[in-house]
Each structure stands twice: as C-alpha cells, then as structure tokens.
C-alpha cells in the first residue's frame, strides 16, 4: 500500500529555517516524479516544487532561491528545505507523488499534509 | 502563467442532482487538466486526468471533458458523501496552477 507521511512542520519565525520530511512506502521516491504543495488557511492549492526521477528539480517563483527540494534514496524519503521564511508561506504542506504515466503533475497520492506557522 | 478560472465559486445541490463545474484556462492547455476533489481536513483526491480520464476507483458517476481552454466537470447524481471543494489543475508548462476551487454543499 502506498503511503506518505509528512513530519517537521511547527512554528517558526520570519526569517527562520524549516526542514519538512515525507516517509514514503509502497513505492520507490527515486523512482517517481515528487511535488510538494501546499494550502494556506481556508485558501486554495499552490504546486510549490517537484523533484523528477532523474533527479532535476524546479521550483514556483515564490519559493525560488528559498527552498530546496531533495531525497534520500535509501530512507525512502522526499525533502523540503524552507529558509527564509515568510508569513506568507504559513500553509499545509502536502507531498505528493505523480502517477505513472511520464507526467510530473498527476499527483494520486498525497500525504496527510504538515502545518508550517511563520510569526513571531 | 497560466490562470484556471472555475465557475461557479460555491454550489449547493440536491442530493441526485447533476452538478457542473466549469474551469476556463487563460491559454489553450491541450488536455493537460485534472480534477481533484477535496474534503475538510483532508488532502485532495485526484478523480480525473488528462480531462476526461477516470482514475482508478473513482466512481462512474463523475467526469470531465473539454480541450483547448475550456474544461467540464460533472457529477451525474449528486450524492451526500460528494460534499467538498473541487479543484481543477492544468500541467501545460511550469508553474502548474490550480483554479481556485468550488464548494460543493448540499441543499
């Protein structure tokens, strides 16, 4: 059975760092196509980065340059490094893994999703 | 960027009803859509890729077609358990968006 676990996520003040950490199994991460979204309070859904099999990440223009997307092959494990953040950037962090296929945005399974908090 | 307009913002229906929601894309996005639903305290689901492709387990009752810019998704026979936000979802080019969501409610 699939499965994605997020953990890591808390309170943090601006400017601070965050490391969010998604423990799959039932499939291989190095393997798929790995987004992370999130959802601020009581608003929609923003793609914020994906991480493809071969390993080339990309990333939306609000995180660019402050968060960096990884894995770790042997613990199974999808990674969002959050620097710098902002109070803008307090949401649900889902990670979700892309359906086979060959397409990077398909996501048919999605974690229970982690709440960051950026205030002081 | 690609902006995905849905319509309407929020609906209620009766349970049995059909049910259509409409997303409109800024530019034309082939058929590189989804639909995703999504309930309270829960993370989405998807239901349809591709526009009009069924996923796997999801029930017959919903669908969705279209091309180009403009997109359908239909719920043939509302029911109580269909109560959530849908979303639509393009994957034509970077950055993929989402349009903002309909409420779906019972009335």
């Known amino acids: 059975e699939v499965q994605l676990v997020e953990s890591g996520g808390g309170l943090v003040q601006p400017g601070g760092s965050l490391r969010l950490s998604c423990a799959a199994s039932g499939f291989t991460v190095s393997s798929n196509y790995m987004s992370w979204v999130r959802q601020a309070p009581g608003k929609g859904l923003e793609w914020v980065s994906v991480?493809?099999?071969?390993?080339?990440?990309y990333y939306a223009d609000s995180v660019k340059g402050r968060f960096t997307i990884s894995r770790h092959n042997s613990k199974n494990t999808l990674y969002l490094q959050m620097n710098s953040l902002r109070a803008e950037d307090t949401a649900v962090y889902y990670c979700?893994?892309?359906?086979?296929?060959?397409?990077?945005?398909?996501?048919?399974?999605w974690g229970q999703g982690t709440l960051v908090t950026v205030s002081s | 960027d690609i902006q995905m307009t849905q319509s309407p913002s929020s609906l209620s229906a009766s349970v049995g009803d059909r049910v259509t929601i409409t997303c409109q894309a800024s530019q034309g996005i082939t058929n590189y859509l989804n639909w995703y639903q999504q309930k309270p305290g829960k993370a989405p689901k998807l239901l349809i890729y591709d526009a009009s492709n069924l996923e796997t387990g999801v029930p017959s009752r919903f669908s969705g077609s279209g091309s180009g810019t403009d997109f359908t998704f239909t719920i043939s026979s509302l029911q109580p358990e269909d109560i959530a936000t849908y979303y639509c979802q393009h994957y034509d080019n970077l950055p993929i968006t989402f349009g903002q969501g309909t409420r779906l409610e019972i009335k």
């Open positions: 979700a893994r892309s359906r086979g296929g060959g397409n990077p945005y398909q996501f048919d399974y």
């Open positions: 991480i493809y099999s071969g390993g080339s990440t």
